[in-house]
């Protein structure tokens, strides 16, 4: 089995920015596909971010162009550069992977974002 811990959350003023970590306690970063998602108040959980094993990206539209993907294999971390922070924004984000078949969660950081 394989956990992952998410951090680097807070509180920011809108335009603000902040980086979340996920470290996962094996090697899975370079053989798995990583995602972040991420599940406001009320709302389902979205996905937000996917980070291929082979490092391509993909975004959904309400965060394209302001967050930013990448992994560091070596470090069993995948990042979530989040810049240009709106209220919108505001949530639990959570990262995910598939590993024998079942879907991995960490337990979420939250993210605040004043207006």
């Known amino acids: 089995q394989v956990q992952l811990v998410e951090s680097g959350g807070g509180v920011v003023q809108a335009g603000g920015s902040l980086r979340l970590s996920c470290v996962a306690s094996r090697n899975i970063t370079s053989t798995r596909n990583m995602y972040w998602y991420r599940q406001a108040p009320g709302q389902r959980r979205e996905l937000v971010a996917t980070?291929?094993?082979?490092?391509?990206?993909s975004y959904s539209d309400s965060v394209k162009g302001r967050f930013t993907g990448s992994k560091d294999n070596a470090k069993y971390t995948a990042y979530l550069q989040m810049n240009d922070l709106k209220p919108e924004d505001t949530g639990v984000y959570y990262c995910?992977?598939?590993?024998?078949?079942?879907?991995?969660w960490g337990q979420g950081t939250q993210v605040t974002v004043s207006s």
């Open positions: 980070i291929t094993a082979t490092g391509r990206t």
């Open positions: 995910n992977c598939w590993v024998g078949g079942s879907k991995v």
